[in-house]
């Protein structure tokens, strides 16, 4: 009889110690906890908050870890312009847990900008590479000036290489001073199997208990957050007023303290009177069906977009996409090829391009499939994995 489970995992590559400052399920979550599970034979993911993105590691078969000794860090904001003495301290303790835990491993890799400095702190005491994930541009109006000072000091320096979502990002890190850091560009990749699984009826179902009918229906994924632009999509709604049936849905929560964005969205369409046709669902788990319930999947971020998981899943569910131009947004997209493209900022832009993408269904089917054929090509774990772990492979061996 043979008894599954019982024999040690063959571990045939480096032994990864990921670490991450929040348990939050942001997008760099979602990106790691494909990449860790690949990898769960020999990885551990070191959390320095504990949420729901442990409970999914957990789901997956990833060993977790969350650090205590983090938990004064989580009051460091990334605007703060100087460390203080308490900042100081988490950090060191932080980086000394992990460290020990970095004991059996050969590698740190960090995925977000708090770990990555943990991660180097920790990379004096443990004597181990540091590999960043780098999700974010670094754009001085959104993080302070010492913030990135600190990241490019220490990916030039102490980095053996970072992984960058996009061109645009690692083109940022460049122009702040990166230049001496080693920089792959691999791309988010999602499972285009969870979303071949949906089937017809599925998406049929989900609109039903929507109360969504067989009115046009749009989608807005994400989490709110000002930079997202929740209030752009809203506003071309108000403009879509030859078109009443249209109905948007809002998908996603505020993750990071910002309620009250969140509050003033849904008083923004009530004010506008659009309260029954803008619907907000909050974070949801079952994103790959809703994506195959709406017609139109639209991407409003006002800033430019380091990735934009959202806009390669729609075009691998098969929707037409409408995207905001700029950073990785527009490396995802060919205008007019594979989606839409609209600059940011601008609900009369997005409000014709919904009517054109709605009067010409034919074209918006061809626009669809072109780039669900791209993102076959590009966004795919099959695509993706092979390439971040190159990346590991060739940190560990720098
Ligand atoms: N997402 C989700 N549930 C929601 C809203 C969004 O699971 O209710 C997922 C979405 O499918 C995507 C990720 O959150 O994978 C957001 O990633 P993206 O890169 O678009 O933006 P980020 O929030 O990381 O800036
Ligand atoms: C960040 C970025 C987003 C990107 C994600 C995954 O959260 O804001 O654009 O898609 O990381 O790399």
Known sequence: MRRR?????????????FLDHTAALGGAELCLLDVAAHLRDRAVVALMADGPFRARLDERGVRTVVLEEAAS????????????????????????AVARLGKDYDLLYANSQKAFIVACVSAVFARKPVLWHLH???????????NIGIDVLLANHVATRVIANSQATANAL????????RVDVVYNGVDAAVYDAVTDAEALAVRASLGLGSAP??????????????DVAIRAMALLSDRPEVQLVIVGDALFGEESYAAEMRALAAELGLGARVHFLGFRSDVPVLMRAVDVLVHTSTA???????????????????????????????AGETAWQIQPRDPAALASAIREVLANPARARAVAAAGRADALARFTLGVTLPQTERAIEQAVRA
């Open 136 to 146: 974010d541009i670094l754009d001085p109006d959104v993080f302070s000036r010492i």
């Open 174 to 181: 460049r122009a702040r001073g990166g230049a001496r850091a």
């Open 5 to 17: 489970g019982l024999c040690a995992p063959l571990v045939t590559g480096p032994r990864v110690l």
């Open 217 to 230: 229906v749009l989608g807005l994924f994400g989490r709110i957050a000002p930079w997202k632009g929740q």
């Open 304 to 334: 430019p977009e380091p990735f934009g998981r959202v806009i390669a899943e729609g075009m691998l569910a098969g929707r037409p996409v409408i995207a905001t131009a700029g950073g990785g947004a527009s490396e995802i997209v060919t």
């Open 73 to 96: 860090l989580q009051r460091v904001k990334r605007e703060s312009r100087m460390p203080g003495p308490g900042a100081v301290s988490a950090v060191l303790g932080t980086a000394r």
